[in-house]
């Protein structure tokens, strides 16, 4: 069964930066890619990055001004999101979701696996 455990999320003033972890366990062999998704308050969830298990990586919405990376730790089974330049529109539960084909797009119903989501909430 494939387990997705997000983390690293909190409380931090504008400007700063966070790095956010999804481990994930219980993945068959084979492609896959996990994701990033923002969702704030009132509002639907909208994918921030994406990275497949070939490696390639993609980024969505304000992630593409380069306030965002994202890194797949094969060793730790981790994959990460660092986050900088925050503001507070970026306020919100984030959650790392995954599918087990090799393709990233920033829609909900393309990711079979959820993590519970973490909360990051900017400060002005």
């Known amino acids: 069964e494939v387990q997705l455990q997000a983390s690293g999320g909190g409380l931090v003033q504008a400007g700063g930066s966070l790095r956010l972890s999804c481990g994930a366990s219980?993945?068959?062999?084979?492609?896959?890619?996990i994701a990033w998704f923002h969702q704030a308050p009132g509002k639907e969830r909208k994918g921030v990055a994406c990275?497949?298990?070939?490696?390639?990586?993609?980024l969505w919405g304000d992630a593409v001004e380069g306030r965002n990376a994202i890194h797949n730790d094969n060793a730790k089974n981790t994959v990460t999101l660092q986050m900088t330049s925050l503001r507070p529109e970026d306020t919100g539960i984030y959650y790392c979701?995954?599918?087990?084909?090799?393709?990233?797009?920033?829609?909900?119903?393309?990711?079979?696996?959820w993590g519970q989501g973490t909360q990051v909430t900017v400060s002005s």
């Open positions: 990275i497949t298990s070939g490696g390639g990586k993609a």
């Open positions: 219980g993945f068959p062999r084979g492609d896959y890619a």
């Open positions: 979701a995954a599918t087990t084909r090799r393709l990233c797009a920033p829609d909900v119903t393309r990711f079979e696996y």
